[in-house]
């Protein structure tokens, strides 16, 4: 019988990938917190009219992506594909909406997207995001870049941050309708996807990744150039206060996000260095979201990070630190070990073998424990105070005094 196998684009998180998920999360936790947030955890299951009224009908997260059933009580359920409908939805739920006032709440945990798996790309996959409700100032939408920004420095990560400004009610259709005259010009030449998007939802043809497609789009109008008089302000600000900041930016007017229910401000951070999938976090503003859902209308901006995206950067920059082992070539010298284990582990990761073997069996032990310091002691060394080290990487093998090591 064959074995069951976890299901494609899903992982488990074991060994030192789990180390380093703990480590994040435990990080970018402090920093939310200094930030004035506090943890919010929703339920992983909604009702799937949750996502169709914020994420849209029309984004591909809800047509295409979702793990959507019905439930044993008939109900249309579907895993979260990301964190903020849910937490908006508990916000209006629990009448934040009605009492006023200022929130701001974090969290993480999985989300789900029946997408193609490939490298940076899950099913399974987890967020850390933010939202902040009850303020319209856009100090605040600074402010939340910049925890943002403060997370990516903390873990060493080299980032391009893309900034756009989405419009208004007031603004965004006037553009939406100068932009589908546009397209509906050069329609025959873009690709089918950008055609479907014409009638169902024209801004994200701005961000097709077909390159004949871009190529056409170069000369479409461009949002920031359409921006109402409060927008334009609200913009001109926000890039004012980062300036001011030192926080580098890049403007994207391509860069319209995947969710329907932004609007002004939409911000992508981006790497280089891990493939397609270069995006490392995302977010923006949503002032009618809270409305859509039924509440009072509120100010809403959020972003969130894709934990394992973040963590493949971190490995990458993460320096080896050794990992040692120690074992006994004879009974006497467990006592010594002991000691040093407890003086090794407030720095460094250290195992002990308590069966005293030969060298060969030791290092091959080692080498399952993940360990590249191999450190000895048998009758000689007790009888020199000496203990044999022999470094797995680079093959290095010496004998020294005990205090030296
Ligand atoms: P998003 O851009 O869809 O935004 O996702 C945020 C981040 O999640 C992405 O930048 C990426 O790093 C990661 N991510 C998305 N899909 C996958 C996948 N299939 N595999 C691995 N990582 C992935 C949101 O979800 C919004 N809720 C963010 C937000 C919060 N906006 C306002 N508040």
Aim: charged fraction near 30%; glycine fraction near 8%.
């Amino acid at each position: 019988m064959a074995n069951i196998q976890s299901l494609r684009g899903m992982n488990d998180i074991l060994g030192n990938d789990s180390e380093l998920f703990t480590y994040f999360i435990e990080n970018a936790s402090k920093i939310a917190k200094n930030y004035g947030f506090t943890y919010i955890e929703t339920p992983i299951l909604e009702e799937t009219a949750l996502f169709k009224r914020s994420v849209g009908e029309s984004s591909d997260i809800v047509n295409k992506e979702m793990y959507q059933f019905i439930d044993k009580g008939e109900n249309d359920v579907c895993l979260r594909p990301e964190g903020t409908a849910g937490v908006v939805r508990s916000f209006v739920q629990n009448k934040f909406d009605r009492a006023g006032g200022t929130y701001r709440w974090y969290y993480y945990g999985p989300m789900f997207r029946y997408e193609r798996p490939q490298k940076g790309r899950l099913r399974e996959f987890h967020q850390f995001g933010c939202e902040v409700f009850g303020i319209d100032s856009v100090y605040e939408d600074a402010n939340v870049i910049m925890m943002l920004k403060d997370i990516l420095d903390f873990f060493k990560i080299g980032f391009k941050l893309q900034l756009n400004s989405l419009g208004c009610p007031k603004c965004m259709p006037v553009y939406r309708d100068t932009l589908v005259k546009y397209l509906t010009n050069i329609k025959e030449e873009l690709c089918e996807d950008c055609n479907r998007r014409i009638e169902t939802n024209p801004i994200r043809v701005l961000d097709c990744k077909n390159e004949k497609c871009q190529q056409l789009l170069y000369n479409a109008p461009k949002i920031t150039y359409n921006l109402c008089e409060d927008c334009n302000r609200d913009f001109e600000k926000l890039k004012e206060i980062l300036d001011f900041n030192g926080v580098e930016y890049e403007i994207n007017t391509n860069l319209v996000r995947g969710l329907d229910y932004y609007s002004k401000t939409a911000f992508e951070f981006t790497s280089n260095e891990i493939g397609a999938q270069s995006a490392i976090a995302g977010g923006g503003r949503y002032d009618r979201l809270v409305e859509f859902l039924g509440g009072r209308s509120t100010p809403g901006i959020g972003f969130a990070i894709g934990i394992e995206r973040l963590l493949e950067l971190v490995k990458m920059n993460q320096e080896q630190k050794d990992v040692i082992y120690l074992g006994a070539l004879c009974d006497d010298a467990l006592n010594i070990l002991t000691k040093i284990a407890t003086t090794k582990r407030k720095e460094y990761k250290t195992f002990i073998e308590y069966t005293p073997r030969g060298f060969g069996k030791h290092f091959s032990i080692a080498e399952k424990n993940g360990a590249n310091i191999v450190a000895l002691i048998g009758e000689n060394e007790i009888k020199d105070s000496t203990i044999f080290i022999k470094n797995l990487t680079t093959k290095e093998e010496k004998t020294i005094k005990i205090e030296d090591f």
